[in-house]
């Protein structure tokens, strides 16, 4: 069974930082594209970046672009984000999410990640004016 837990949510002021933690387990394919989602009240999830693990590819947003960076650790199961530049409208719930390599880290990543195999309960964040 595949575990994704977050953790690192929290509530910042608006141009301060949060770190993202996801700890991922039991999933039985060994190329894989895991990464950070987010769902903001009363708007539909939206992909913030992944990585993919035999590559080292990234994507990103593009209003995240400069401020998210995202890294991984093969050996622990583990992808960060590291969030600098924080402002209101990156509230939402961050969730992890990983699937198979077996498309493009844009079509999995982009939009609301209905392609992604497995998720975590997500994380919340929230950034004050």
């Known amino acids: 069974e595949v575990q994704l837990v977050e953790s690192g949510g929290g509530l910042v002021q608006a141009g301060g930082s949060l770190r993202l933690s996801c700890a991922a387990s039991g999933f039985p394919f060994g190329d894989y594209v895991i990464g950070w989602f987010r769902q903001a009240p009363g708007k539909e999830r939206e992909g913030v970046s992944c990585i993919s693990s035999s590559s080292g590819r990234t994507y990103y947003k593009d209003s995240v672009k400069g401020r998210f960076t995202i890294s991984s650790d093969n050996g622990k199961n583990t992808v960060d984000l590291q969030m600098n530049s924080l402002n209101p409208e990156d509230t939402a719930v961050y969730y992890c999410?990983?699937?198979?390599?077996?498309?493009?880290?844009?079509?999995?990543?982009?939009?609301?990640?209905?392609?992604?195999?497995?998720w975590g309960k997500g994380t919340l964040v929230t950034v004050s004016s």
């Open positions: 999410a990983i699937a198979p390599a077996l498309l493009n880290i844009q079509v999995l990543c982009r939009g609301g990640g209905g392609a992604m195999d497995s």
